[in-house]
């Protein structure tokens, strides 16, 4: 009877230690798993949680650590947040680098070619040029990218009639700018009607229109039929007004007087006004340019002049035009420049502005600039 009872008794003491050990064991499974749920959580967060908890932007992450677990730390989110690529991580402390400034343009453009071949037997078209010049921009303007002119150069060439030679000084006239590091605009003044022609009137005309167009301190004035040999010839504005064309075939590449001043000339803006401009009353062919030099004199200032070798320009061949026959007041006129000038000039100007038309290559500005005074009856 002892004995069963003992059994009994044994028998109950080692089911409440299998009861107490299962407790434990299954209190250690919660405690086990409470605390790898807690870790699994936080990764979750920032790499899988990224909807509600997370706001991206270009290169930066922001989270939201107020909706963590109660028992969650602070420090243990910092510490995963330190386990991020550093490409994650706010960027406020770095600087960016400044855009490196545009270097002035040198005095010798290293792109230029020298003596060229200048040929007009090739057939030109305004499509083909126009091809050949991608980064003209409407209006015949140009800016180079690279570098920063020190003056903006309007080019103005007085017009009537000359299409077939406007499309060979285009051809050959942009790539040499260009290659010159030039900041130019080109400007055909055409005269309107078939009255008498007069250069130097337009070419005070291309003056004051460019002006209104941009703001210009170099004027390069040029005629269509005359193309430069040689890209050395720089086509912008010196300490003295330039005379460009010194040597052209038809003189057989030599200054035909030591006055000459014609073809193609620049002055800048200060210098052009310092001269009152070109004198309006040379209708017809020639005188204008001989009075413009006596101008430059009369003022003070002295023609500058590239080297012969360098200032050679080709001369598309053509008939003279009608309506611009010979002056034959000229010589009388070149002779009273210096009472002239102060009254006729580009202070004296008047003409009426008919339209202006930018295309691909150049600014066509068409105008009325009047005709010329009844000639004096002889006898």
């Known amino acids: 009877m002892s004995r069963l009872m003992l059994g009994r008794t044994l028998e109950r003491i080692c089911k409440a230690v299998l009861l107490l050990c299962l407790v434990h064991?299954?209190?250690?499974?919660?405690?086990?798993?409470?605390?790898?749920?807690?870790?699994?959580d936080i990764f979750s967060r920032f790499n899988n949680g990224r909807g509600?908890?997370?706001?991206?932007?270009?290169h930066h992450?922001?989270?939201?650590?107020?909706?963590?677990?109660?028992?969650?730390?602070?420090?243990?989110?910092?510490?995963?947040?330190?386990?991020?690529?550093?490409?994650?991580?706010?960027?406020?402390?770095?600087?960016?680098?400044?855009?490196?400034?545009?270097?002035?343009c040198p005095e010798v453009p290293p792109g230029l070619v020298g003596r060229l071949l200048i040929e007009f037997s090739s057939q030109m078209t305004m499509e083909k040029v126009q091809k050949e010049n991608p980064n003209?921009?409407?209006?015949g303007k140009y800016t180079p990218l690279d570098c920063r002119p020190k003056q903006k150069v309007a080019i103005i060439i007085p017009f009537r009639h000359r299409d077939h030679h406007l499309k060979y000084w285009l051809h050959y006239l942009h790539p040499i700018l260009r290659r010159q590091k030039?900041?130019?605009g080109i400007y055909i003044i055409n005269q309107l009607g078939e009255d008498t022609f007069n250069r130097a009137k337009l070419l005070n005309v291309g003056y004051t229109e460019a002006l209104k167009d941009a703001e210009y301190d170099c004027f390069i004035f040029s005629d269509v039929d005359l193309i430069p040999m040689d890209d050395r010839n720089l086509y912008h504005c010196y300490d003295q007004p330039r005379h460009f064309a010194i040597a052209m075939d038809k003189f057989g590449f030599r200054l035909p007087y030591a006055g000459y001043f014609?073809?193609?000339?620049?002055?800048?803006?200060?210098?052009?006004?310092?001269?009152?401009?070109?004198?309006?009353?040379?209708?017809?062919?020639?005188?204008?340019?001989?009075?413009?030099?006596?101008?430059?004199?009369?003022?003070?200032?002295?023609?500058?002049?590239?080297?012969?070798?360098?200032?050679?320009?080709?001369?598309?061949?053509?008939?003279?035009?009608?309506?611009?026959?010979?002056?034959?007041q000229r010589f009388n006129k070149i002779q009273n420049t210096k009472n002239t000038?102060?009254?006729?000039?580009?202070?004296?100007?008047?003409?009426?502005?008919?339209s202006i038309k930018k295309y691909p290559l150049y600014t066509n500005i068409s105008v009325e600039i009047g005709?010329?005074?009844?000639r004096p009856i002889k006898g």
């Open 25 to 40: 064991f299954l209190i250690m499974m919660i405690l086990y798993f409470d605390v790898y749920s807690q870790r699994f």
């Open 52 to 58: 509600a908890n997370v706001s991206r932007g270009p």
């Open 61 to 104: 992450y922001y989270y939201n650590y107020s909706n963590g677990r109660p028992n969650t730390t602070f420090a243990s989110y910092l510490a995963a947040a330190d386990q991020l690529s550093p490409t994650a991580k706010p960027e406020a402390n770095r600087t960016h680098p400044t855009p490196k400034p545009i270097p002035p």
């Open 136 to 139: 003209v921009t409407e209006g």
């Open 182 to 184: 030039i900041d130019y």
């Open 262 to 328: 014609g073809g193609v000339s620049g002055l800048s803006k200060k210098q052009f006004l310092k001269i009152n401009g070109f004198p309006n009353e040379y209708w017809g062919w020639g005188g204008e340019d001989d009075d413009i030099y006596n101008r430059i004199t009369l003022n003070g200032m002295k023609v500058s002049r590239p080297d012969v070798r360098i200032g050679r320009y080709r001369m598309i061949k053509h008939e003279r035009d009608k309506h611009n026959e010979p002056n034959p």
């Open 341 to 354: 000038m102060r009254k006729d000039g580009i202070s004296s100007l008047t003409y009426r502005l008919v």
């Open 371 to 374: 005709k010329p005074p009844p």
